[in-house]
């Protein structure tokens, strides 16, 4: 008689198993085009009052194609502000005040993001605003060449620190043709001459501030068809570019690379081990596979990181990072080390843990655990509507969707311990690899800066 209820409970459980896992972007959303090319992605929220827009410009340091014209994304981050005949930035700034609004942008290889979060009475005002900017920008000759030199004020205090100049020395030695070579904040030689490139910019604006090449993501106690209808009236009659950039390719690369930094002041070592890894993807398991890798091998839950920062203490920080960029990208693998004379040795045995990983696939119990807690930070991170609004902007900028968050952690769900060892062999092999080196002279000090990540370049210089 008991074999009855036994039953019924496997075959449920057996069901459970059988369902596909839940999508990990659980908000429900809106996501449409206006006929000049601009996207709309509406995200209504349980969050009483507050609004988020995040706007998203498919123009960062990848699209800076003309030699001589790099770090011209980065600098719109900071024209933006300039105002317009409408709302002057004295006007501008005093509204933002005036409604409680908090707002400012950043740059990365794909893109430009501008954001404000306020109270959702006030999102017309700020619809408003906004697309006055994104189509009437108006900044005479002076101020271009005032801003121009902010910026390379603000390159040469990045420039300060040891691991910004290492991040940079990496990619200009691993890559010849990719856009990438340069940072978001353009190559120093350029940068320098900008004063002198007024007419540039405005082509560069003119090229990439359109509508085209523009998402806007509106998060919060909002509705769909009211958004809608505001983005219809102030942005609809927006017109259309005709600007397409030629993105140049990044052959194969035939060897491994090296460069090193002599730092002119006391500093830790700094070490990065990178490979060249695919573009991202969410219609197969490599994109995930190499997060997944990256948190396997070298994360804080790593026996490497065990090794080396806990028991030995021959570094003081251990980290990885896979590619999720438009095109072909780095695995980076960083480090932080206590005494010169150990750099060699703890690159080693970076090289061996790669090693390991592709010659041996991962306990499957050691992989579930990655992924599980992966889609866990995740989850935990959208606890507000700006956050969600901000996760989305990164996602967006790469597809142009939300969706493609969904895809990801659903190859995520389906990946193996065979799978992760396939990325580690196919993209973490000697030709592909750049290693790059920073030491100062032989007094050391630590650093307070957390020295690795190419990400963006810090907002706080736009505002």
């Known amino acids: 008689m008991v074999l009855k209820p036994l039953l019924i409970a496997c075959c449920a459980a057996a069901a459970f ?35 988020a827009t995040y706007i998203v410009v ?3 340091s990848r699209n800076e194609v003309e030699p001589g014209h790099t770090g011209f994304a980065h600098l719109f981050e900071h024209l933006m502000f300039k105002g317009t005949e409408k709302f002057p930035p004295a006007k501008y700034d005093e509204t933002l005040r005036r409604i409680g609004a908090s707002s ?41 060449r005032t ?29 010849d043709h990719s856009t990438y070579k340069h940072t978001a904040m353009g190559f120093l030689k350029d940068i320098q001459d900008m004063p002198n490139q007024y007419d540039y910019s405005l082509k560069f604006f003119q090229r990439y501030y359109r ?20 983005v219809d009236k102030y942005w609809g009659g927006w017109k259309h570019g005709d ?42 398991k490599d994109t995930a596979a190499l997060i997944a890798l990256a948190d396997l091998a070298f994360s804080r839950n790593s026996d490497l990181y065990r090794q080396l920062v806990i028991e030995e203490q021959k570094a003081d920080f251990l980290g990885a990072g896979a590619p999720e960029r438009v095109d ?33 696939a991962v306990e499957p119990a050691r992989l579930d655990a990655v992924k599980k807690r992966l889609r866990y930070q995740l989850a935990l991170e959208m606890d507000n509507s700006e956050s969600i609004a901000a996760i989305l902007a990164g996602v967006v900028a790469l597809r142009r969707t939300p969706e493609t968050l969904n895809k990801l952690y659903d190859e995520f769900a389906q990946l193996t311990p065979e799978d992760v060892q396939h990325a580690a062999a ?26 690795f990540g190419r990400g963006s370049v810090n907002p706080g210089g736009a505002r």
């Open 211 to 230: 509508p085209e090449y523009v998402a806007i993501i509106v998060v919060g106690d909002v509705k769909a068809k009211p958004v809608r209808a505001l």
């Open 17 to 51: 198993a059988a369902q596909p896992p839940q999508k990990i972007f659980p908000y429900s959303y809106v996501q449409e085009d206006l006929p000049n090319g601009l996207r709309l992605v509406t995200v209504p929220t349980d969050y009483a009052n507050i609004v």
């Open 328 to 360: 072909p990208a780095l695995f980076e693998i960083s480090a932080r080390i206590k005494k010169a004379d150990d750099v060699d040795s703890v690159r080693d045995r970076i090289l061996e843990t790669v090693k390991g990983f592709q010659d041996k």
């Open 147 to 175: 801003e121009t030199l902010a910026v390379l004020g603000e390159y040469n205090k990045n420039s300060s620190n040891p691991g910004n100049k290492l991040d940079e020395t990496l990619y200009d030695a691993a890559f």
């Open 58 to 60: 498919q123009a960062g």
């Open 426 to 451: 196919q993209y973490l092999v000697e030709k592909n690899r750049t290693i790059v080196t920073l030491t100062g002279p032989a007094k050391t000090a630590a650093l307070t800066i957390a020295p």
């Open 243 to 284: 600007y397409a950039p030629a993105i140049p390719q990044e052959p194969p690369q035939e060897a491994p690379r090296t460069n090193h930094v002599d730092w002119p002041t006391p500093t830790l070592p700094l070490l990065t081990v990178a490979f060249k890894g695919p573009a991202y993807h969410d219609d197969n």
């Open 104 to 144: 400012n942008a950043y740059t990365t290889d794909d893109y430009t993001c501008y954001h404000t979060t306020f109270s959702k009475e006030d999102l017309e005002t700020v619809l408003t605003m906004e697309a006055d900017r994104f189509q009437n920008l108006k900044y005479a000759e002076p101020e271009f």
